[in-house]
């Protein structure tokens, strides 16, 4: 059984750093075809697409925030950490995780989601 | 990155409706083309993955279509449950983009 489960702090002030831990288990990422996503949806709006690291370590991040953001892996804890630096309100968004499966090039299984709010 | 438009934004339909919502993408995605359903409070579900393939566990009124830049999601006989917001996504590159997501609502 997937699941995975996002940590991390409900509120940070302006310009402090961001780190959400992503939990997962019922798969590897040490696995060939399997990687980490993560999204953002800000209150009432759409889905937006962050990052996503993969088996072999490769990394990739949205145009608009790649400055801002690092993804890495702790693959013997099934651990994913992403970082945001510089935060900002309208960085104010639940954030998920989620697994990639990249074999079909889908993201199949999402964790529950965590509100993350920026305010001083 | 690739654009990608939904349309409509928001729709009104009854149970048992037959309901289409369209996505078209900036540039020819092939078939990588995904959709997902995400109802209130909740994260988001896989319905549909490379435009056609139904997700497993997925009810089967749900069907995709569609290849290079015009896609369609179709849902047969609109259920109670189905009252959500459906979110199409292409992944032919990264940084991997979504739609602005289309509404489905009773009428």
Redesign the interface.
């Known amino acids: 059984q997937v699941t995975l489960r996002e940590s991390g702090p409900a509120l940070v002030k302006p310009t402090q750093t961001l780190t959400l831990t992503c939990i997962f288990s019922g798969f590897s990422l040490s696995t060939s075809g399997m990687g980490v996503?993560w999204i953002r949806q800000p209150p009432g709006k759409?889905?937006?697409?962050l990052a996503?690291i993969d088996w072999d370590d490769d990394k990739?991040?949205?145009?608009s925030l790649e400055t801002r953001l690092t993804i890495s892996k702790d693959t013997s804890r099934n651990q994913v950490v992403l970082t945001m630096t510089n935060m900002d309100p309208v960085d104010t968004a639940t954030y998920?995780c989620?697994r990639a499966w990249i074999a079909?090039?889908?993201?199949?299984y999402?964790?529950?989601?965590t509100l993350v709010t920026v305010s001083s | 990155?690739i654009q990608m438009t939904q349309s409509p934004s928001s729709l009104s339909a009854s149970v048992g409706d037959r309901v289409t919502i369209t996505c078209r993408a900036g540039q020819s995605i092939s078939s990588?083309l995904?959709w997902?359903q995400?109802k209130p409070g909740?994260?988001?579900?896989?319905l549909i993955?490379?435009a056609s393939?139904l997700?497993s566990g997925v009810p089967s009124r749900f069907s995709g279509s569609g290849s290079g830049t015009d896609f369609t999601l179709t849902i047969s006989s609109l259920q109670p449950e189905d009252f959500a917001t459906y979110?199409c996504?292409q992944?032919?590159s990264?940084?991997?983009?979504?739609?602005?997501?289309t509404k489905v609502e009773i009428k």
Do not use: H, M
Request: overall charge positive.
């Open positions: 996503t759409a889905l937006e697409w996503r990739y991040y949205s145009t998920y989620a079909v090039a889908t993201i199949d999402w964790g529950q989601g | 990155d990588y995904n997902y995400q909740k994260a988001p579900k896989l993955y490379t393939s997700q979110y996504q992944s032919y990264t940084p991997r983009t979504f739609g602005q997501g």
